[in-house]
């Protein structure tokens, strides 16, 4: 990685000179040879790849046919045609993958419409211009990643010939200063949650975006924030992020936000299916204007079943243009409110209407619904059978270990599992052989930040940890806790659980 990293910087100040472009391209050209990269592979790919490699495994980075859709669905011709000086802007925008192909989407609008471009707005744009003008006057970036800044301009030059130093920064858009407002936004926001990011960085966080930002918040939604505060009134923004906030409590504020403040027009909700590869998130894509008005109908599209099966052939009928094999249907903006978004169609919507008008109560009238255990640290507290009888764990602390993974409709399979219910020890000297097996870890317990401020032993894990909830009747639902709703309770069974 440090060497890519080194190249990376090479070529970079390489391409800043003021040069001669065959020689620039030269340059690149030799260095892909010598150290056998694959002329079609872009840099941005071989930097993710590496990311990877060096065990980045969360990274996430917007596959080619996403990118090109969401630019296709965000930005018109006349768009450009009205204002040929649009700007376009990514606030996270890593090594460019969005804006590549923002790029390659405006050069074939320009090089189309160049006359009409021309005349309706005075100007004499020849085609060898078009580049530099994109470059220089349409497209923007910011993030927190140097390389990655480095990468985008690398790639971008490939594409367009052209370097513009000061359109993409290495910035923090979240807290820096952003002097100027844009058109229309695109993106792909961190997805970081609370527990990942760092106390102080969250404290600031907190401070400038306290009214969206609490609680169980994840920093993406002080993107949609800024976002909205540098988008010029009327402008659009489009992002793909993951499908949480629609239902959380922590993501209440932000649909409220949302709602009052824009005008979404288009959802496509991936209703389960996952198209990063190696990231567990259900992601969602939004396009919303910059407006009070409200008065609208969001157009939704959905697979028609959350199945894995469906994953390929939404895909592609949604990026592909292939036979359509998705839901899509709208609903007015006034129909979702801050409490959830659940986007149904017509038939679903009076299905639930009819169980709800014939039910006597709700899920929340009848059961409380936690978060479960989180141990800062599985290892020092997650055993097998073997573990416990070697170790001669004491077997009061020994509870079965309930993942979401092992729940199946009508049946809880037992796991292979136990966790070391830790709380329980009241006194040390009584359960010396648990002591014995966590206190292994008590580096790695310390060095959990959650773990730290809120445990003083580090012997002691979070959440569900209250066994007044832990000895009570459960209501499991087989469905992800994404998708539970009004419709899914029947598909809902209780399960009684016996702690041994
Ligand atoms: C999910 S990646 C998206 C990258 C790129 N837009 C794409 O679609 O492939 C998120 C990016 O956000 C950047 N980032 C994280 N925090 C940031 C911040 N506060 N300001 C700007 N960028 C940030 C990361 O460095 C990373 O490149």
């Known amino acids: 990685?440090?060497?890519?990293?080194?190249?990376?910087?090479?070529?970079?100040?390489?391409?800043?000179?003021?040069?001669?472009?065959?020689?620039?391209?030269h340059f690149i050209e030799t260095y892909k040879q010598k150290s056998n990269m694959k002329k079609e592979i872009s840099f941005s790919e071989e930097y993710y790849k590496q990311k990877i490699m060096n065990g980045k495994n969360g990274v996430v980075y917007t596959p080619p046919e996403m990118a090109?859709?969401?630019?296709?669905?965000?930005?018109?011709?006349?768009?450009?045609?009205?204002?040929?000086?649009?700007?376009?802007?990514?606030?996270?925008?890593?090594?460019?993958?969005?804006?590549?192909?923002?790029?390659?989407?405006?050069?074939?609008?320009?090089?189309?419409?160049?006359?009409?471009?021309?005349?309706?707005?005075?100007?004499?744009?020849?085609?060898?211009?078009?580049?530099?003008?994109?470059?220089?006057?349409?497209?923007?970036?910011?993030?927190?990643?140097?390389?990655?800044?480095?990468?985008?301009?690398?790639?971008?030059?490939?594409?367009?010939?052209?370097?513009?130093?000061?359109?993409?920064?290495?910035?923090?858009?979240?807290?820096?200063?952003?002097?100027?407002?844009?058109?229309?936004?695109?993106?792909?926001?961190?997805?970081?949650?609370?527990?990942?990011?760092?106390?102080?960085?969250?404290?600031?966080?907190?401070?400038?975006?306290?009214?969206?930002?609490?609680?169980?918040?994840?920093?993406?939604?002080?993107?949609f924030q800024k976002s909205l505060k540098c988008l010029k009134e009327g402008g659009k923004l489009v992002f793909v992020t993951s499908r949480y906030f629609c239902e959380s409590c922590s993501g209440k504020e932000l649909r409220k936000f949302l709602i009052e403040n824009t005008s979404i027009y288009k959802i496509i909700d991936f209703y389960g299916i996952r198209p990063f590869k190696r990231v567990g998130i259900d992601p969602m894509i939004i396009f919303l204007v910059r407006t009070k008005n409200c008065n609208n109908n969001i157009e939704i599209i959905r697979p028609n079943k959350s199945e894995k099966e469906e994953k390929y052939k939404f895909l592609d009928s949604l990026f592909l243009d292939k036979s359509e094999k998705c839901k899509k249907f709208s609903i007015p903006q006034k129909s979702i409110n801050s409490d959830g978004w659940v986007f149904v169609d017509e038939v679903e919507k009076n299905i639930m209407d009819k169980i709800e008008a014939k039910s006597e109560f709700i899920l929340k009238d009848i059961c409380h619904s936690y978060q479960g255990i989180i141990t800062g640290c599985d290892r020092a507290f997650i055993v097998d059978r073997d573990t416990i009888n070697s170790r001669k764990i004491e077997l009061r602390l020994i509870k079965p270990w309930v993942k979401s993974s092992h729940i199946r409709k009508n049946e809880v399979i037992k796991g292979e599992k136990f966790i070391i219910y830790s709380n329980l020890i009241q006194n040390e000297i009584e359960c010396p052989n648990a002591i014995k097996y966590i206190r292994q870890y008590k580096k790695s317990l310390w060095k959990e930040e959650n773990v730290k401020k809120e445990r003083e032993s580090g012997m002691s894990f979070n959440g569900g940890e209250n066994r007044k909830f832990s000895k009570k009747r459960k209501l499991y639902s087989h469905t992800n806790h994404v998708t539970i709703d009004l419709l899914l309770i029947r598909e809902a069974i209780l399960v009684q659980i016996y702690i041994p």
Do not use: W
């Open 1 to 25: 990685m440090n060497n890519f990293i080194e190249d990376v910087e090479e070529i970079y100040n390489f391409i800043k000179k003021n040069t001669d472009v065959e020689e620039k391209i």
């Open 68 to 223: 090109a859709f969401m630019v296709k669905n965000l930005i018109n011709v006349n768009d450009v045609i009205e204002n040929p000086f649009i700007k376009v802007v990514d606030p996270s925008c890593g090594s460019g993958n969005l804006i590549c192909k923002c790029f390659l989407y405006l050069n074939q609008i320009f090089i189309k419409n160049i006359e009409v471009i021309n005349s309706k707005n005075n100007l004499n744009l020849k085609l060898k211009d078009i580049s530099y003008h994109i470059v220089h006057n349409n497209l923007f970036g910011f993030d927190v990643d140097e390389t990655a800044i480095k990468v985008l301009k690398i790639d971008l030059f490939l594409i367009s010939n052209q370097f513009s130093e000061k359109n993409f920064q290495v910035k923090d858009f979240l807290v820096e200063n952003i002097d100027r407002k844009f058109d229309v936004f695109i993106g792909n926001p961190p997805y970081i949650g609370h527990k990942s990011v760092d106390s102080s960085y969250s404290y600031i966080l907190r401070k400038i975006y306290g009214s969206i930002y609490r609680d169980k918040g994840d920093i993406s939604y002080c993107f």
